[in-house]
Structures are given as C-alpha cells and as structure tokens.
C-alpha cells in the first residue's frame, strides 16, 4: 500500500488508514509480531524518509494506530539517538506520558527511566547520560527552554496530540518554528488523531496542497441510551466529565455488588489524571475470563490512551473545560457539550479489535445541528497568566505579537499583563523584575503560588507555606466518601482550623508525620495516602528550588498571621467578603462584584467569615469557592497597593 505523501518540498504530511494488518488474534503472539501489525507499520520507511528530508513533518493517524508507541521507537533504529543525542515526545497529559513511556520500555525490553525514561512536573524518570527516547509533558520542555533555548540536546521532537490545542502545545508550537530557524537540523513531526492538520501545516507552511482522508470514518448509529449488560463479551469504557461524578459513578456500579450477578462480573476502575502507578496499572491490564472491565474516565480516553478490549463506549456528550472570562476575571472548569470531532473519537474507541457499539446519551438531532464542529483551543479560552511570564522569561518582549497557532484575544493578554503588575512580577515596561520576576518564573507553579512562596521567605514561614504550595497541587488530600458522607465530615473537623483550609492542611500533615507516614492512619481518617506521598515528594522539590532561588527555610511555629499574609501576597486578587444581609452565605468578589460562595468540602463553610481569599472557584449552579482562608482587608492593601488603590473598600477598617 502506498502512503499518500502530499509534498511541495518544504514539508511533509502524511496521512493513513488504519486497517489492521489481517491479525490472528492478539494476544499470544511476541511483541514484535505485534508492533508489525499496527497500521502506522507500513508507513514506517515513508516517515523516517519525510523526517530525513523535511524540517516538519505532519502525522495524522487513529488513535491506537502506534504514532506514540512506534514513531519514537523507529527513529531510534533509524539512528536519530545515536552521538548523544535524544529523540523528544510531548503529551498534553501527565498520565499519558508516564503510559506510553511505561509501554515503550517494555516493547524496548528496557528499564523504564534507563534508555527510554520521562519527566512530567515534579517526577524525573531518566537519566541525561543514558535517557535517548524522552517522553515529557509539552509544559515540561517549555520549562526546559529556559535553560536550553534552542533545546539542543534533542534530534526530534515529536509535539503529540497536537489536536487537543493545549495551551502548553501551542505556545511549544510558536516558539519550536523560531527555534527552527536557528536550528536546520532540528526535525519536528507534529502528530494528531484528527484532520486538524490542516491549521497545523498551515502554520508550518508544509503544505499547500490538500486531499481528504481515506475511508473517512462513517457516522455511527445512534443507539438509545441504555446498555444493558446482555451484550456479549467486551470492555465498556464510559465518558464521563470529572473526578466526582466518576467516583460517583463507579461506587455505583460497585455498591450491592453481591446481589446482583451480573455487578459482581465487573471490574469498575476510574481513570482520570492523578491516578497512581498502580491504579493505571490495572486499566491496562487484560481482563480476567469471564469478567467485564468497566473503565469510567475523563476525555484522557479520548485520543491520549488506549486501551485494549473495549468494545462498548457510553459518551454522556460532556467534558469538564476551562473558560475564562476577561471581565470578571474569572476562570471556571464548567461541563460542557463536547464537539463533533470529540465525539466521533470517542465512538471510534469502540470495537478497535472487533465490531463494537458506542452509546450516545444524546439524540441525533442534537448532534447534527446543534454539536460544534470542533472544540475552541484552550488558548482562546483560558486565563494566561502563565503563559505570559513564561514567554517573558524566554525573551519574548512582543507578547501581542506572537505568532500564535490560534491567537488569543488581546483582552484576556492585557488582563494577564495587568495582573502580573500588581504581583510585582512585570515593571512600567512589561519587562521581568529582578529578582521576584525572575524568581517567580523559575518556580514551575502558578505564578501567584511562586508569589505566595516567595512572600513566605520574607515573613518566616516557608516550610509551612511550601507544604500549602505541595497541598493545593494536589487534586485532592481527602478520599472520596466511600458512601459515608458523615463520617468523611466528622473526620475533616478533626483537623479543621478556625482560620481556614490552608492552615486545616497543615494539621493533616503534622498528623501524618506523627503518624510516622501510615497509611492505615491515613484509611482512618479519610485522607488519601498516595495523595500524601505525593505531597511529600512535591514538598521536597520546592523546598530544592527554594533553596536554589536563595528563599530562606523556616518554620513560623504556627504564627498563622504570617502564614494568612504569605497567602494573601499571592492571592490577594481573590479577596472576597460576606454581604452584609446575607442569609444565604453569600460573597462578593472584591475585584468584579461576582457573586460567590463556599465550597461545602472547606471547613469555612457556614461559617462564613467576613473576609475570605479563596484559592481556586468551581461553578456549578453556583460559584462556589474552594480552598479558602481569613484574612484582615487591611493586609490588602498592604500586599497590592496598585491593585486596590482605586477600588471601593466598603466598610474596610481603614
Ligand atoms: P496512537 O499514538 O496512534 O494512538 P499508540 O502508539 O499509543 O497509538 O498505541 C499503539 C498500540 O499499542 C495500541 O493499539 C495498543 O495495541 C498498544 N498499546 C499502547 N499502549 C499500551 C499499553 N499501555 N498496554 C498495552 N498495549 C498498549
Ligand atoms: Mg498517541
């Protein structure tokens, strides 16, 4: 079979159907065996010649076709790792690296970490003198730009997934076509399991000429939304939107497990990003005979991953997505319809070895007329605050004039630049301080968590805020309820502290260490014990960079004053105060008068404090508040001249 190559000499894009080599039954046969009969096989000797030829070069195929697992793995052979140097692969997702890094070890027979390893924030999995195949989240080897700018080390750099649109890819996009021009030999393969390819090479300007994909997919039946568990043997993979309504979800199926016959053949596993080792480990296991794997998962399961044996996909037609709003300045994660070319990824993960069914919980009619065509990349919207100083600390001045894949809106620039001023981050001159600038760059967080920890060294009470920093970089600490709602209350007030959540988790901590790190300590009290692992391995990472950053480490004993106004320093765009009258609880936002409440998980909530700053907002039918502290509006002021000098301070004791 001839791969359709479209050239014009400048760059390549392939594209390739994805029928399966005739297969004898997976399962038996070696992995060599295995890895000739994936589709992108055949296409094996057409990349390595566009790759050898062409500065860029553009991959579409399937999901499960083997561009993640193989192309790396060929361009080794091919001899792109050879003198030193290393072939890259970005993923939007941090599970999705550790995955494919885990599976590419063991097709290489390799120790994963050794010759094949990953990195995503706070974990390094390879080692700089062996590691020749890195897979590395795009915010990974944005962060490495800052102390390599032209990325040297690396051969190739394949930008995966690049039709999720993150943020983190496209800014990688804009800044690898100017590190191009300064690197010739540099190759990059930008590959995607959607025909987005066409934004991308006209970015890349690889091509001018453009024919439609073979053996476009064909619509699926629209089924009704029930699925009974009569259907003959197969794994059942479910889209559901977040964390919550997943776990929600698989108590569910798993509860009065031993009343039912047909409950007790399944194994009902979450996935969604934060799952431990061992938790994915078990999604990608094989099904025992005679049982059925019920996987319940985020859109990671859309393109990211792949498993193997599902043959049922249940789309419940949402996802959880980031927007931002300019104006109020407020960023939300709301569950929102997903596109048609969502939607027709997650039926394609239907019956990849065999005939399947996807259930859509949604009509047809809603998804010819009123489904959007495609998704709104991330860039346009989310808030950029991020962004912004990353692209500042590489030496990027006109941020307005970037050469954006998909620009975003000027507004939602400005606004990011404005808030960077009142942190003290940018001067008059929208150029970095030194040292906060700087040094807030350097802390690969949030910038108004760098601030907050920056702030901490100068009030004494770094340890106790770097553990705050660890705590909200984490999911969550607690454990879902586990059915007892209760008894997850009743052990949270164990730990809850008048001044807030902030302060709440530096009690569990305290317990977990006296507890000498147990995990049955952990079970009891409804914290989640690889959650706590986690925090501490984070903690120690920062408490490194700190040092590095020339922050002073001490403990403020439990002065929580300094440790509200640490928090404040960073956050104070989030200041928030009881209304007066209010019976409901209800907040108003100091900066936008958005109306707000507290989040029923905070210890705060009904207690409702006058003045609150809250960490981050969820939205439901509300606005609700989530991770929140007390603090004096007097300290406001103090920590952002510039930001409130102008506002109304009602019945402010100044
Ligand atoms: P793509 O990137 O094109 O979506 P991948 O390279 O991720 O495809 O996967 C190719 C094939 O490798 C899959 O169809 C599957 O058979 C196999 N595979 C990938 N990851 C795993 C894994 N963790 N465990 C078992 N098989 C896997
Ligand atoms: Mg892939």
Redesign the pocket.
Known sequence: EKPRLLDDGEGGVLFFSSSYSSSSGFGFSSIEK?RQR?P?YKYRSAILYLVETHATTIIV??????????IPQYLKEAGWADGGRVIACTQPRRLAVQ??A??VAEEMGVKLGAEVGYTIRFEDLTNPDVTRVKFLTDGVLLREMMDDPLLTKYSVIMV?EAHERSISTDMLLGLLKKIQRRRPDLRLIISS?TIEAKTMSTFFQTSKKRRGLEGEALEPKVEPAILSVEEPPGDILVFLTGQDDIDTAVQLLTEHDRNDRKKSELIVLPLYSGLSRAEQELI?SPTPRGKRKVVISTNIAE?S??L?GIVYVVDSGFSKQRFYNPISDIENLIITPISKASARQRTGRAG?IRPGKCYRLYTEEYFINEMPAEGIPEMQRSNLVTCVIQLKALGIDNILGFDWPSPPSPEVMIRALEVLYSLGVLDDDAKLTSPVGFQVAEIPLEPMISKMILASGDLGCSEEIITIAAVLSIQSIWTSSRGAQKELDEARLQFAAAEGDHVTFLNVYKGFLQSNKSSQWCHKNFINYQAMKKVMEVREQLRRIAQRLGIVLKSCERDTTVIRKAVTAGFFANACQLEAYSHNGMYKSIRGSQEVYIHPSSVLFRVNPKWVIYHSLVSTDRQYMRNIITIDPGWLTEAAPHFYQYRQLTHMPH
């Open positions: 295995q994936l992108v195929g399937e999901t499960g076709s083997g561009k993640t697992t193989q995955a494919v885990s599976r995966d399991a990608f393109t991953l792949t193997e990849r």
